[in-house]
């Protein structure tokens, strides 16, 4: 113990002794005195009465003088006592003052909670407490209940027992989902122990693996086979369980979601146990539970119909949209991936196409015009000029702060937004600065699918990406760019502070009846568009600001575009409304778009007690009926 720490509370104790002292002496001179009044009162009333006359028995007496009460006067007040009183008092106040400034000058342990978020609760977290947030920070439970099986029937034990209990055991995957859709506090178990490839058939150009195993790991335990997946999203962390089961998917309109390329799965359920399912065994369950969100059982086991491995050729260039309009049908049908960014209060479209090598071609020989380090030149001098500006916000030392030329374009771009994220004139300076780099960047890249096809998307983020038709190859419908087209001018009506970029991506259909890309005609197209604000502070008050304003540009495109596109949101970026009419609007919309009975009864015939479900499954998706 300190030398500070021995004064305070030497004096604390020496101060409640004192007190101690004091009270009782206190208390005991007061007995004392009203015992004496007391006995002086009975004294004086017995010598006035008659101890030979009998006492009365009349029931209704007459009114006789009433005796004076016998009263028992207070203590004297003292002024010497007050001033006593006053002093100790002050030395109580200044104990307490004292040892709050100890407490709070004293260390705490690395996983104490945060003094200055949380005032007064700095205890350590319990060691069995796991937090679990999603890969934005948008998202946190905490729980006590955090599973991690490592063989599939230990899986089905651990499920036969939470379902005995009743005990929530949510499944969760890598924790990528925007809206944190895997996390319930009650409970979580996740598979990243069970993440072995099981089985290659080279032949076939199938793959069994254990739905735990994330998405680059497992391409990189079959490329030795000369295999690989048919598409990828844009990053390879995903668990090849969750992303199968929120129905994400890549780019490129000949291509479905991912999850199209699932041909069979092994499910781990409460009321039946292991099941094995596929299109040709239970197939109306299959397509159903295929892009489940979850809540039908645990996929324990994945396969998957690959394709050969091959090189990529990726071309980016600069276009605008009166460009692409005369070119959209050609640009879908003529590459095997397309994609299309957008820079708001510009009139730059990045257009993203990735095709086959060609072997008898070659790779391009055409040569950039422009080196990284120029392409993000225009980038470095917004940062240099921007510091000058918003100085202040530039809390770290010198020391901390990194060499600006070691940054790559997008930390570049998170730093310049967070000087000011939400002044639409400052957003759009950066705006300008990516559509330079962007025209400085174009050019080819060569490499395989896995390593072209991803995208570096920034820091933290809050994403709304929504799903819609396209009409088909042969004849599309033009919806997409004229949601697009919209979309910017709402954007621009608004003065929304709209970073970029607005990514437009495309799929097939899918015949997962709960995907948002689900269609029962073959030659149907849809276009995937998202929107985002980016999370570039720690500061709870600036995230707070940037959600708020966030989910104001979202409700404005909810308003004015999806009802009239039939846009739905994609699984893993879809929230639940806090509004209780928003709720029921909500889930009224989904209802006409999703087999929502269908669903809710495979879920009480497979998870009778639910123990798989959280606060979105349940408000998007309630069941009516009890279940028993």
């Not at 021995?6 to 005991?28: A, M, N, P, W, Y």
């Not at 945060?114 to 947030?133: C, E, G, I, M, N």
């Not at 693996?209 to 990053?235: C, E, H, P």
């Amino acid at each position: 113990m300190s030398q500070a720490e021995k004064i305070v509370c030497g004096g604390l104790d020496s101060l409640q002794r004192q007190l101690t002292k004091t009270s009782v002496e206190t208390h005991f001179n007061f007995q004392m005195l009203r015992a004496s009044n007391l006995r002086r009162c009975l004294h004086s009333s017995l010598r006035r009465r008659d101890p030979f006359k009998p006492p009365s028995t009349t029931t209704a007496a007459a009114p006789s003088t009433p005796r004076p009460f016998c009263t028992v006067p207070s203590p004297p007040p003292t002024s010497s006592a007050d001033s006593e009183l006053r002093k100790y008092i002050g030395y109580t106040i200044l104990a307490a003052v004292c040892g709050a400034a100890t407490y709070y000058s004293f260390p705490f342990p690395e996983n104490a909670k945060h003094k200055k978020a949380q005032l007064f609760r700095y205890a350590p977290l319990p060691a069995d407490l796991h937090t679990v947030s999603n890969w934005s920070g948008t998202h946190e439970v905490q729980t006590h209940t955090f599973i991690q099986p490592e063989t599939l029937f230990e899986l089905e034990a651990v499920v036969k027992k939470c379902n005995d209990k009743k005990q929530k055991i949510r499944p969760v995957g890598s924790g990528l989902s925007p809206n944190g859709i895997g996390l319930t506090r009650s409970g979580m178990v996740n598979l990243a122990l069970m993440d072995r490839v099981l089985e290659v058939d080279e032949k076939n150009k199938r793959v069994r693996v254990q739905a735990g195993i994330r998405v680059q790991q497992l391409v990189d335990g079959i490329k030795q086979y000369g295999l690989t997946l048919q598409n990828f999203a844009s990053i390879r962390e995903q668990q090849i369980g969750g992303i199968v089961q929120v129905g994400a998917h890549g780019t490129g309109a000949r291509l479905p979601p991912i999850d199209e390329q699932v041909i069979s799965m092994k499910l781990v359920t409460p009321s039946k146990g292991i099941i094995e399912i596929s299109k040709e065994k239970d197939p109306e369950l299959f397509y159903l539970a295929r892009c489940g969100l979850g809540g039908l059982g645990v996929v324990a086991e994945v396969t998957l119909q690959c394709v050969e491995r091959m090189e990529l050729v990726e071309h980016t260039y600069v276009s605008n949209m009166n460009e692409i309009k005369k070119n959209h049908k050609k640009l879908l049908s003529e590459n095997k991936h397309v994609k299309y960014l957008y820079i708001p209060y510009t009139d730059t479209v990045v257009i993203v196409t990735c095709n086959p090598l060609s072997k008898w071609k070659g790779p391009p020989k055409h040569k950039p015009k422009y080196t990284p380090e120029e392409a993000t030149q225009h980038v470095r001098e917004l940062y240099q000029e921007s510091l000058k500006n918003y100085r202040k916000v530039v809390v770290k030392s010198d020391e901390d702060e990194p060499d600006i030329n070691e940054l790559s374009f997008t930390e570049l771009r998170d730093k310049l937004i967070a000087m000011d994220p939400l002044d639409k004139e400052h957003i759009a300076k950066v705006n300008k600065a990516e559509a330079e780099y962007w025209r400085k960047s174009e050019g080819f890249r060569v490499g395989w699918s896995d390593e072209i096809l991803g995208f570096d998307c920034g820091g933290q983020q809050w994403v709304s990406e929504t799903c819609f038709p396209a009409g088909t190859l042969s004849k599309p419908s033009m919806n997409d760019l004229e949601y697009i087209e919209k979309l910017m001018q709402i954007i621009e009506k608004e003065n929304l502070p709209a970073p970029a970029p607005i990514e437009q991506r495309w799929s097939a259909r899918s015949k997962s009846l709960m995907s948002p890309a689900y269609s029962s005609s073959e030659d149907d197209i849809f276009s995937w568009v998202g929107i985002i604000m980016y999370l570039p502070t720690s500061d709870a008050r600036e995230r707070k600001n940037i959600t708020e304003e966030f989910f104001h540009y979202r409700r404005l495109t909810q308003e004015k575009l999806w009802d009239q596109y039939s846009a739905y949101e994609h699984w893993a970026k879809i929230e639940v409304p806090k509004d209780k009419d928003e709720l029921v609007a909500l889930q009224a919309r989904l209802r006409k778009r999703f087999p929502v009975d269908a669903y809710n009864e495979a879920r009480k015939e497979l998870d009778p007690n639910r123990i798989f479900s959280n606060n979105i499954l349940e408000k998007l998706f309630p069941i009516t009926q009890t279940v028993q």
